[in-house]
């Protein structure tokens, strides 16, 4: 029998806007590379019955839609901003959220791993370090730009304004604080081509020190 062979977990954290999914994506379009994507699991796990039963029990009816299902917009308004009432809001719905979602990433982890072309595994997720999740990856890259550069990215594809890019980044771990825990940084102020293929050469180099 043949020895498994490896396949590194690759985690991304930035800055609000940095581009880490598009340079994700576009990597993807040209390496066999699976990416697993937190905040589509946490949205997932948002419609867990007993997961929406905590969430009412804490903060209400008022995030909640007329079908039942959370609002994600409304709920992000409870939680999102540098307030002592709003980061004990956040802790709250991260207890409840958080180890769910890990359960979401293990899963998809293994699956990628039974894969038998898969070169790498990136875990694109924007809590990554504040949720502790990095313990699941091989590296974890800091994609990097600048927030002239983070701000265009969010108001065309966003529609928000500075105050909102600020409130958002308020919720998260300081860029110095997430740049400083990382293995390795790409600069995305470029093309999109040019941080691709530095990512896939820091994943490349991973694999051949592994060997």
């Known amino acids: 029998m043949s020895p498994r062979r490896f396949v590194p977990v690759i985690g991304l954290v930035g800055g609000v806007g940095s581009g880490k999914s598009a340079v994700a994506r576009f990597l993807s379009a ?3 590379v699976v990416i697993i994507d937190g ?3 946490g949205h997932l796990v948002l419609n867990d019955r007993c ?3 905590q969430i009412r029990l804490r903060f209400g009816a008022t995030v909640f839609d007329t079908q ?6 409304a709920l992000g308004h409870e939680v999102f901003g540098s307030s002592t009432e709003k980061r004990q ?3 709250n719905l991260e207890s409840i959220v958080h180890s769910r979602i890990r359960e979401g990433i293990v899963e998809r982890i293994a699956d990628a791993r039974t894969r038998g072309n898969v070169e790498a595994i990136i875990l694109d997720a924007a809590v990554l370090l504040e949720a502790g999740w990095n313990d699941l990856c091989n590296a974890v890259v800091f994609v990097d730009a600048t927030r002239q550069k983070r701000l265009e990215r969010v108001q065309e594809n966003r529609g928000w304004n500075l105050e909102k890019l600020k409130a958002r980044e308020a919720s998260q771990s300081p860029l110095k604080s997430k740049r400083n825990a990382s293995d390795n940084i790409v600069d995305n102020s470029g093309a999109l081509q040019e941080a691709a293929t530095q990512l896939g050469q820091i994943f490349d180099q991973i694999i051949h020190d592994h060997r």
């Open 30 to 32: 040209e390496r066999n």
């Open 39 to 41: 905040d589509e699991i």
């Open 51 to 53: 997961v929406k039963d």
């Open 68 to 73: 039942g299902e959370v609002n994600r917009t």
């Open 89 to 91: 809001a956040r802790a």
